[in-house]
């Protein structure tokens, strides 16, 4: 893919229609800059209170402001003349809904000033938080309006509203926000961070430092993979022998998952199976696959055996009450059975256990695929909706995935490779985690490379989903987002620091893209150094 310019002539010709549009709103002429709205507003969005109107600004000293700085950058901003508004001590910040109090609170001490709650009078200098549902309206989005020396940040959920403070929280790093109201909302439901916690074990505290950093970011989503070969990473009462020496125990866990809750951000827990179960089989090594010879394959439990499923099933239901968000990874990745030439010669047993279950002529395939399946029903019951990796999805197999499961798309170099499209094309929901781009995997290992924020902000988008190249548009409905991933398979060649120094530019390139379908309005330098700024 060619890089992106960094501003198209139609772009040109679109900014000078909004600032037309601009002056025209300041000599008292309402106007709606949302291209697909003709309410002025995101499309489904509700109107804020203090919104344009013919009202003449205030007073014609001061020149029309300019959209904040931020990241992601905001997708609407409607100009007005005004000196803009800074925190001071004695403003106040009140809510018009007592669900609103967490945002309240939150803003309040990040900005040094007094949390009010629940107020119908004004002051100068208030920030005003409002909950204004609209049937139809992204919970996500929200408007922002600042003007006569107050600020008011209104949207239909929590999620909206809490997103316009973090607006107004990088705004201000600037020196003041802008007067004016800026309409927003994301482009993508999925804008996620993945974090292998198996391979190497990070501390409580560090993947709540992430948490703040995603939140202040608009990203909604936190994986973690915590059970893997190497190790298994969270306390459990069901099956403790499996657990790791170095662990999270289920409180910390559920002070990490109570955090990102404040910040909206769903937690989506993966236990990969039936690959990646090493730390379990060392636990119950009578659960370790073998082939012909006798010989073990790493990580893989043998799925012809019921007790593998029962604890798995075990840990799934465990869990279910740990991680209480809507989402659940089920991994499903390089099944080492299915990566020799004849697994039905390789692994008798596993193909007389297809055959006994789906008939005849079915194959380890079937077989594997019904185990997903399976781990599908146990996190439905928990109301979760499940995901599996690409590879997870055989071509030789007649038994069908189940039709819910969302494509983790991260590679296209396994065996039997499949693009993207033939998950689209069947309705599939996929969400891009191209290894290509997204993967920052410790060590470098392999072909792997750490990728840069550069060239994710000038090259990549959702619906680049493997290699460089995007599929058709009429897709893009069905790509939810993606998701940033950190994996260790070299565990010792970073620090925690080195880490969190490695992402940090990567992880804005990627929400910027997630948020905003547009092309950047900023070179990547000059991105570069707003994050810097924000930091």
């Given amino acids: ?56 600004s205030p007073t014609r000293s001061y020149p029309l402001s ?49 949390y009010a709650g629940e107020k119908d009078d004004e002051r100068a200098g208030d920030l005003r938080l409002e909950m204004n549902e609209g049937e139809g309206a992204n919970p996500e989005s929200y408007t922002l309006t600042v003007r006569g020396g107050r600020v008011t940040v209104s949207g239909p959920a929590e999620a909206g509203v809490f997103y316009g403070t973090r607006t107004l929280k990088q705004a201000v790093r600037g020196g003041s926000a802008p007067e004016g109201v800026i309409r927003d909302e994301p482009a993508k439901p999925r804008r996620g961070f993945m974090l292998d916690i198996a391979r190497k074990h990070f501390s409580a505290g560090w993947i709540e430092d992430r948490i703040r950093e995603l939140g202040d970011l608009k990203f909604n989503e936190i994986g973690l993979h915590f059970s893997d070969d190497q190790a298994f990473r969270i306390e459990s009462e069901t099956h403790p022998e499996v657990v790791s020496q170095d662990h999270l125990t289920k409180a910390q ?46 990580g893989a439990v043998d799925i012809s055996k019921k007790k593998a499923a029962d604890i798995v099933d075990d840990l799934l239901n465990e869990y279910a009450g740990l991680f209480p968000g809507s989402r659940w990874h089920l991994g499903a990745d390089e099944y080492q ?4 030439s004849d697994p039905q010669a390789s692994f008798p047993q596993l193909a007389a256990a297809a055959r006994e279950r789906f008939g005849s002529g079915a194959n380890v395939a079937d077989l594997t695929t019904g185990w997903l399946n399976d781990r599908t029903a146990t996190v439905r019951a928990h109301d979760r909706t499940p995901r599996a990796w690409n590879d997870g999805f055989f071509r030789s197999a007649s038994v069908r995935a189940d039709g819910d499961l969302e494509v983790a798309y991260w590679t296209g170099k396994e065996i039997g490779a499949r693009q993207p499209l033939e998950y689209l094309q069947t309705g599939r929901k996929v969400i891009n985690y191209n290894d ?18 550069e060239r994710i902000y000038e090259q990549w988008t959702p619906r680049v989903l493997r290699g ?68």
């Fill in 1 to 56: 893919m060619s890089q992106h310019r960094r501003r198209t002539p139609a772009r040109r010709v679109k900014q000078r229609a909004v600032i037309a549009g601009a002056a025209i709103a300041a000599l008292g002429v309402g106007v709606g800059l949302w291209a697909s709205g003709g309410d002025g507003g995101p499309p489904g969005a509700a109107a804020a209170p203090g919104s344009p109107s013919a009202t003449p």
């Fill in 66 to 114: 300019s959209a904040p700085r931020t990241i992601p950058a905001v997708r609407e901003h409607t100009p007005e003349r005004g000196p803009g508004w800074q925190p001071a001590r004695g403003h106040r910040v009140v809510v018009n809904d007592a669900a609103l109090a967490d945002e309240g609170r939150l803003i309040a001490g990040e900005l040094g000033l007094t």
């Fill in 253 to 298: 866990v559920k002070k990490i998952v109570d955090l990102a809750a404040s910040r909206h951000i769903t937690v989506v827990p993966e236990i990969d199976s039936p690959g990646h179960l090493g730390a379990v089989i060392a636990a119950h090594p009578d659960l370790q696959l073998r082939n012909a010879q006798g010989t073990a394959v790493r």
């Fill in 337 to 340: 059975a299915l990566t020799v």
């Fill in 436 to 453: 290509e781009f997204l993967y920052y995997v410790l060590g470098q290992p392999q072909t792997f490379v750490y990728p840069t924020g």
């Fill in 468 to 535: 460089t190249e995007a599929v058709p548009a009429r897709y893009d409905d069905q790509i939810l987002g993606g998701s940033f991933a950190v994996w260790c398979d070299l565990a010792n060649s970073q620090t925690e620091q080195q880490v969190a120094a490695g992402i940090r530019l990567p992880l804005a390139a990627t929400v910027q893209k997630l948020w905003d379908p547009r092309e950047p309005e900023l070179s990547w330098t000059e991105f570069k150094a707003l994050a810097d700024r924000l930091r």
